[in-house]
Structure formats: structure tokens, C-alpha cells
């Protein structure tokens, strides 16, 4: 294949995968919705809606510049609001590769949103994600991604486990401790009490669309139209979420009698998230074994959450029962 034809070819391909990200907004907000209580719905849909629009003003205004742009070891300096730039990145057209890593940036912001729902003040979380956007995730990304230290020291990442969902989650579990629990949560001595989510179809189709997305955000993350990488890093994507959602689905059995629905929604998250860094590298089997432990780390996270009081709703118990 020519070099023009490729750059089409590999374009082409990192823009699908780019608005396949794009689509996993759509699955976080139904997942947060549905785990949340219904009169809660339109402040959690906003937030994940607003989110976008933040995160393209944060990270073409300053975020790219610091996570891509010439600079040192901690942060970059240069391409404030994609002045000043070649016209081509990592062997992309510029606008192409921005756009995946704005989706990126997006998902990490997003994570937040549903462990500080059903109680954070919009605004409040309107300035964290932008502040997320254009500084906090950007200047991480720089060390592993941009050039800076973590990638000078052999820190591989291939496609955002730390990146992505490390930095989204520290972030939540900093905002979820700051903010404290939601009312009714917790009683004076110490139990706790379930607060369920109103619509369970939502949380499953949102699931189905996280995984969906996933496809677009590991596969992507070739940045080209590589057939035998992509279809490979496809399958391992597939196989871990698999995996996280059938250990997920036996581990919660075990420990509670009866299998969870939202805790095998976060089962299948949790072999994702855990396969997203090596989904290039590992073995297929090596994927199923990634799969099993996060799936199974998800139930104990549960657990381990609760007892320290960290109220996170989209970690939420709902149990299937029969009629």
C-alpha cells in the first residue's frame, strides 16, 4: 500500500474508533442513571452531557499542549489550542489524533461522574471536569504518553488503564471521600443500607454500550489500520470482558447466594479496564486471566468500599431474584 493511501486508510480507521469512544458517554450516563435513584436522573444526565463541551474547551485550549506538547520531563508547553503544530502527529493527520485523545479525555472525567452522583452541585462538578481536562489528566498523560518520565523509565500503557481510568478513578475516589456519603446511606451505627437504582435496563443497555465502545478504544489505540493488530487486540478486548463478567457473575453467587446484576455490569468494567494497558502485548489467555481477577476484584472492592463508608452508587447492589 502507498503512503497516501495508508494515511487515508489509518485515518479513517482512528476516527471510527474515535466516535466509538465518543459513543461510550451514552453508556456511562444510562449505567450512572439507572444505578442511581430516579429523582436524581436529569442532574446525572446533564452532568454527563455538559462533560463533552467542557472537555473540548479544556483540552483543545490547553490540555493537548500540556500532555503532547515540546516541554520537560512533568509537563508539556507548546500548542495552545492546536497553534503552532505540525500538521501531522504519531503519523496522523493533527486533527485526527487530537480528536481520539479528546475522547480519551472525556472518559476520564466522565468515571467521576458516577461516584460523586446524587450528591455533588452541578456547577462544582462543571469546574472539576474542566480542571480534569485541560491540567490534571493531561500532564499524567505527558509522562507516559507525551514524552515525559514514566515513558523515559520504560512505563508502557498501551491504552490508558493508568492513563485513563487510574486518573479517573483516584479523581473519584478523592471527590466520593471528600463529598461523604449520601444520606440514608449508612446508619448511626455503622450498617449498611442499600440505596437501589431505579431502571436496571438502563444499566444494562449502558453496559452493552461501554463494551461496544471499548472495541474503539483499545483497537484505536494502534493509531493505524493494522488488520492483524486490530483484529487481535479486538478479541483480547472481548475475551477479558468475558471473563470479568462470568467471575463476576459465579464470585457474587458464592459470596451472597445469588448473583448481582450491576455487580456483573461492573464485573465485565472491571476485566476492561484491567485488559485496556496490554490488550496489545498479552495472550489471549492472559487476557482470560486479567478478566477473572478484576472481575472478582470488583465484588471485593464492593465490600471493602463499604466498610470504610466510601459511597460510590454506581457500585451499588441489585440482586436478581426469581419470581
Known amino acids: 500500500m502507498d503512503p497516501s493511501t495508508k494515511l487515508v486508510v489509518d485515518t479513517i480507521w482512528v476516527l471510527i474508533a474515535a466516535f466509538l469512544v465518543f459513543f461510550m458517554n451514552a453508556g456511562f450516563a444510562l449505567v450512572e442513571s439507572g444505578l442511581c435513584r430516579s429523582k436524581n436522573t436529569v442532574n446525572i444526565l446533564a452532568k454527563n452531557f455538559i462533560v463533552f463541551g467542557l472537555a ?19 509537563i508539556g508547553g507548546e500548542g495552545f489550542f492546536l497553534a503552532s503544530l505540525q500538521a501531522e502527529a504519531f503519523g496522523l ?18 468515571i467521576v461522574s458516577g461516584a460523586v452522583a446524587e450528591r455533588i452541585k452541578i456547577q462544582s462538578f462543571m469546574v472539576f471536569a474542566l480542571g480534569l481536562t485541560a ?7 505527558h509522562w507516559v504518553w507525551g514524552g515525559g518520565w514514566l515513558g523515559e523509565r520504560g512505563f508502557a500503557d498501551f491504552a490508558g488503564s493508568t492513563v485513563v481510568h487510574s486518573v479517573g478513578g483516584w479523581a473519584a475516589l478523592v471527590g466520593a471521600l471528600l463529598l461523604g456519603p449520601r444520606l440514608g446511606k449508612y446508619t448511626r451505627s455503622g450498617k449498611i443500607r442499600p440505596i437501589p437504582g431505579h431502571n436496571m435496563s438502563l444499566v444494562t443497555l449502558g453496559g452493552l454500550v461501554l463494551w461496544l465502545g471499548w472495541f474503539g478504544f483499545n483497537a484505536g ?24 463478567t462470568v467471575a463476576a457473575t459465579g464470585w ?22 484491567g485488559v485496556t ?30 466498610r470504610a463508608r466510601v459511597d460510590d452508587p454506581v457500585l451499588s447492589l441489585i440482586h436478581i431474584s426469581e419470581p
Do not use: H
Request: with cysteine; net charge negative; proline share 3%.
Open 135 to 141: 491540567v490534571i489528566y493531561p500532564i499524567v498523560g
Open 221 to 244: 489505540s494502534e493509531l493505524a489500520a493494522n488488520p492483524a493488530e486490530i483484529a487481535r487486540i479486538s478479541v483480547a478486548t472481548a475475551i477479558a470482558a468475558a471473563f470479568g
Open 93 to 110: 493527520p493533527l486533527y485526527a489524533f487530537f480528536f481520539f485523545q479528546l475522547c480519551f479525555a472525556v472518559t476520564a472525567a466522565t
Open 56 to 74: 473540548v474547551i479544556g483540552y483543545w485550549t490547553l490540555g493537548y499542549a500540556f500532555m503532547f506538547g515540546e516541554g520537560g520531563a512533568l
Open 277 to 306: 494497558a496490554a490488550c496489545r502485548f498479552v495472550e489471549l489467555y492472559s487476557a482470560a486471566a486479567i478478566g477473572v481477577i478484576c472481575g472478582i476484584l470488583v465484588i471485593e472492592a464492593v465490600g471493602f468500599f463499604d
Open 252 to 273: 457474587s453467587w458464592w459470596r451472597s447466594g445469588q448473583p448481582d446484576l450491576s455487580l456483573i455490569v461492573n464485573g465485565m468494567l472491571g476485566g476492561l479496564v
